[in-house]
């Protein structure tokens, strides 16, 4: 094979491992120096260095060097005329041998202690769209000989590349750093997002004297249920938001009714029963982060037997999120004190449960609850939130267990099975 | 002689003369192991080395590039390099890129020993 056929193959090589480099590499240091090696390598060139251009700073910092001395230094400061020099070379390749004296470039290999007989030969600035990414020393060829037109073409090709994967890492870079800034934002948003709707539920309860910290034990329960039915934590946050808000259609029900000392009518009961339709009115509007919010308290009075409202919606038809609400919205009123009646102790409510499951209730959602309960009274969580809530002398272990998991071997078979489904 | 293996670089000391096995390493970063073993036995004394090319059938622009920077550490050591057992399209890239100004070539690594016991440099069958 002739020598120029031999050289063009040994530095198509070096283009085409120079190109998998840049695009596969995903750390910086390594790809430069790669990139370092197989300059060096398709020519023959003994010493070299690639420095990358901080313009905040107006520092050149050397990523990677070979062959140096170890005086090199590891970055220099350029100035705004070595700058401005070094844009306007572009990818040209400056013979150090035949630079001007008074080249602005001069303070610049002063710096780099570039002195004779450190070898280096040749400068080549790396610019990518009018911007310095960077610059490129490269020592004498391992021939002896001095670089040809050909030489320098394959240099500036290289090196352009090599401009090219530091920019585009830099792009990477910037857009990683963004990312990381809007997802702090948009956490911070959420963050003032659930203390605004848990202040908004404070709200809600202070209009019905009776049931105050209602809604924000609804969206704890909701989210302890949620959890335990293995549901991310997205969603887990969006239910206990859900419950939190579950109740917000009360705004626009008479004072009088809600805090009604006795059993209301059934004419006042008819307008109680305006606040999942209100609540939803009044969520619907809002851009919630979170699915289907308004649907949750608009279906949490719906029951899998249809004998629920606003619309009688059956089984199926009734959002999983709206059926943990609903129980999550149960339990809460039956472990507390209501104007006409004291709470239930939990074997009633466990009872109740029982009683409701497949009718008002989803079997699925009780197993969760139940469940959550056993863990906490057996000790077995890190904290014990339903035992915070409901108090540490309301629940009798030694009574309270077995029940527990009587209803839970009961409902396992059939879970959510409802004759309506 | 000495057998002795550091930095998951295979290589031996015969006297003051490192043999250092090139393998499959050299193509990639991770061939700069060479050049730190070759440093390694230099500063642990070798007055040679030889890097044996029986295992290495191809050698890339990145390998290109690390054995310059092997020349280098030897030429500031004052070390001789001798190349061994290397096929002829790799010696044909040798001599274009001026590699061979700098090195001597063997047939296999008993001939590299051989002249450098004929030079002078290396005493037959002793080590360190």
């Known amino acids: 094979m002739e020598l120029p ?7 198509f090589g070096a283009l085409a491992d120079l190109g998998q480099e840049i695009s596969d590499s995903g750390n910086f240091e390594e790809m430069v120096l790669t990139s370092l090696h197989l300059l060096l390598g398709a020519l023959g060139i003994r010493r070299g260095a690639v420095a990358e251009f901080e313009a905040v700073d107006g520092l050149l910092k050397f990523v990677a060097v070979r062959g140096l001395p170890d005086a090199f230094p590891s970055s220099i400061t350029v100035g705004e005329d070595t700058r401005a020099a070094l844009l306007r070379i572009g990818l040209a390749a400056v013979q150090l041998d035949k630079l001007d004296p008074g080249s602005e470039l001069q303070p610049l290999f002063t710096a780099c202690r570039i002195l004779p007989g450190t070898g280096v030969q040749l400068c080549v600035p790396m610019v990518v769209r009018s911007e310095l990414i960077g610059l490129v020393l490269l020592g004498e060829k391992a021939t002896g000989e ?87 934590e997205e969603e887990v946050e969006g239910i206990a938001i859900a419950g939190y808000l579950h109740d917000v259609g009360k705004l626009v029900v008479e004072r009088d009714i809600i805090n009604a000392p006795y059993r209301i009518d059934a004419k006042q009961s008819k307008e109680l ?66 104007p006409y009646r004291t709470r239930r102790n939990l074997e009633q409510v466990i009872v109740d449960f029982r009683k409701n499951t497949g009718t008002q209730f989803d079997g699925e959602v009780i197993i969760a609850l139940c469940r959550a309960l056993l863990y906490e009274i057996k000790g077995e969580t890190k904290t014990r939130p339903l035992m915070k809530m409901l108090g540490k002398d309301y629940i009798e272990p030694e009574k309270i267990i077995p029940l527990l998991n009587e209803l839970i071997a009961e409902l396992q078979p059939r879970k959510s099975a409802s004759v309506f489904q | 002689m000495g057998e002795l293996s550091a930095l998951d670089v295979r290589s031996r000391c015969v006297g003051t003369t490192a043999v250092v096995y090139a393998g499959d390493y050299l193509n990639k970063l991770s061939g700069d192991r060479i050049e730190r073993e070759c440093k390694r036995q230099l500063d642990l004394g070798c007055r040679n080395l030889v890097i044996d090319f029986r295992d290495t059938e191809l050698v890339n622009s990145i390998g290109v590039s690390i054995l310059l920077g092997v020349i280098d550490v030897a030429e500031r050591n004052g070390a001789q390099v001798i190349f061994s057992d290397v096929n002829s ?24 020993l051989a002249s450098l016991i004929e030079q002078g440099t290396l005493t037959p069958a002793t080590g360190h």
């Open chain 2, 89 to 112: 399209q790799t010696v044909q890239l040798f001599e274009m890129l001026g590699l061979t100004r700098h090195v001597a070539l063997a047939r296999d690594e008993q001939e590299a």
């Open chain 1, 5 to 11: 056929t031999r050289k063009l193959i040994h530095t």
């Open chain 1, 146 to 232: 001095g670089f040809g037109e050909e030489d320098l073409d394959v240099v500036s090709s290289m090196i352009r590349q090599i401009g090219v994967g530091i920019h585009t890492h830099r792009l990477l870079a910037q857009v990683e750093q963004r990312a990381v800034e809007n997802r702090r934002l948009y956490d911070d948003l959420r963050a003032i997002y659930r203390d605004t709707v848990r202040a908004f539920a404070a709200a809600i309860d202070i209009k019905d004297k009776y049931t105050q910290g209602h809604s924000e034990r609804v969206g704890k329960y909701s989210e302890i249920i949620a959890r335990q039915m293995g549901w991310t």
């Open chain 1, 273 to 338: 029963n305006r606040h999942p339709a209100a609540g939803y009115e009044i969520l619907s509007p809002i851009n919630h982060p979170y699915a289907d919010i308004p649907l949750m308290a608009k279906y949490h009075h719906e029951r899998l037997d249809g004998r629920g409202y606003p619309d009688g919606l059956t089984a199926d038809q009734i959002p999983l999120g709206a059926k943990i609400v609903s129980v999550a919205d149960s339990f809460d009123a039956m472990t507390t004190d209501r």
